[in-house]
């Protein structure tokens, strides 16, 4: 069955750098788009980042443009959000994705804080 994992989340001050991961699973994960959303408390869920199967194409939300850099390792399994520059606004729990086959898969998350 597919599994995302998500590692990487923590406290971080303003101004600071995370890395997250997602490890994913039970799929042909070259094959297919990934993505990584938030959440923040009280928020609705919203588009992070977006990187293609095949090109390799990304597509950020306006707010992350030049901050936040997603990749992906398809001999890994691996994608992964670099974020820079973080301020308060990002504290959110970050969760990776993918649709397949008409099926959104989701995983559990990490926390993200950002606070002095």
């Known amino acids: 069955q597919v599994q995302l994992v998500e590692s990487g989340g923590g406290l971080v001050q303003p101004g600071g750098s995370l890395r997250l991961s997602c490890a994913a699973s039970g799929f042909t994960f070259s094959m297919y788009a990934m993505s990584w959303y938030r959440q923040a408390p009280g928020k609705k869920r919203e588009l992070v980042a977006t990187i293609t199967n095949a090109s390799g194409s990304t597509n950020y939300a306006d707010s992350m443009k030049g901050r936040f850099t997603i990749s992906r390792d398809n001999a890994k399994k691996m994608v992964y959000l670099q974020m820079n520059s973080l301020n308060p606004e990002d504290t959110a729990v970050y969760y990776c994705?993918?649709?397949?086959?008409?099926?959104?898969?989701w995983g559990q998350g990490t926390q993200v804080t950002v606070s002095s």
């Open positions: 994705s993918t649709l397949r086959l008409g099926v959104t898969y």
